[in-house]
């Protein structure tokens, strides 16, 4: 069964470096997101992507942040410059159709920023 | 504005006892629900949806959910809990109804659901 994956599964980086978490939508899947959860609190949305371009970002996905399908299969989320409370799990998912909201979520990578 | 409350952060069974697991929803449109769960060190995995077509929804592994739109309750339950069950549940809505958005997902805070041999 196609599945999201993600990679890598964890990532330590020093705060003010700049991350790229990588994901591998499902290949026929059209609209593509990233969600993080911080330890202890809720998954929350940050951005959803489609047609190439953003179609919706909530407030947290700042200038720091940006995403990018750069080839037919990747979708990337780069942090430019860490901070301390960017360390959460951050979750890509994928949907195929505009008449189904169900998204496929893939595994996480779990950033910890020191 | 949409929002969910999962009204258990810890939920503890006995295996072979019934689960259920309570949210309530705020939407302001026809919502699209669904529960999800997420298993040690794993990704999250949809478990059903709810898209207006039949109040009561089955979904995987003998869980089911029932849409109640007079109580704004979407409860997952089980007849019978399996060790396996023990993991952490997230109910979810998009706001706009089915289709009708970019569909954002808002989620619940997760219930973790011990089972107990």
């Known amino acids: 069964e196609p599945e999201v994956t993600q990679t890598p599964s964890h990532q330590v980086t020093q705060m003010g470096q700049e991350v790229i978490l990588r994901c591998v939508p499902i290949?026929?899947?059209?609209?593509f997101y990233w969600y993080r959860q911080i330890l202890g609190q809720k998954v929350e949305f940050l951005v959803s992507f489609y047609n190439n371009e953003i179609s919706e970002k909530s407030e947290i996905f700042d200038d720091q942040f940006s995403v990018e399908r750069p080839d037919g299969s990747n979708f990337t989320l780069k942090i430019r410059s860490t901070k301390l409370e960017d360390s959460a799990m951050y979750f890509c998912?994928?949907?195929?159709?505009?008449?189904?909201?169900?998204?496929?979520f893939g595994p996480g990578t779990r950033l910890t920023v020191t | 504005a949409q929002s969910v409350t999962q009204l258990d952060s810890h939920v503890s069974v006995s295996e072979g006892t019934p689960v259920l697991l309570r949210c309530n929803y705020s939407?302001?449109?026809?919502?699209?629900l669904f529960w999800y769960v997420q298993h040690p060190n794993k990704g999250l995995q949809l478990l059903l949806k709810y898209t207006s077509a039949a109040t009561l929804v089955k979904g995987i592994n003998g869980f089911e959910a029932e849409f109640k739109k007079s109580e704004t309750s979407f409860h997952l339950t089980k007849p019978s809990a399996h060790m396996s069950d023990a993991a952490e549940y997230f109910c979810?809505?998009?706001?706009?109804?089915?289709?009708?958005?970019?569909?954002?997902?808002?989620f619940g805070k997760g219930t973790k659901l011990s089972v107990k041999p």
């Open positions: 290949s026929n899947h059209l609209y």
């Open positions: 939407s302001s449109y026809s919502p699209s």
């Open positions: 979810v809505v998009s706001p706009g109804g089915y289709g009708g958005s970019q569909g954002n997902l808002i």
């Open positions: 998912a994928s949907r195929y159709l505009a008449g189904g909201n169900e998204q496929y």
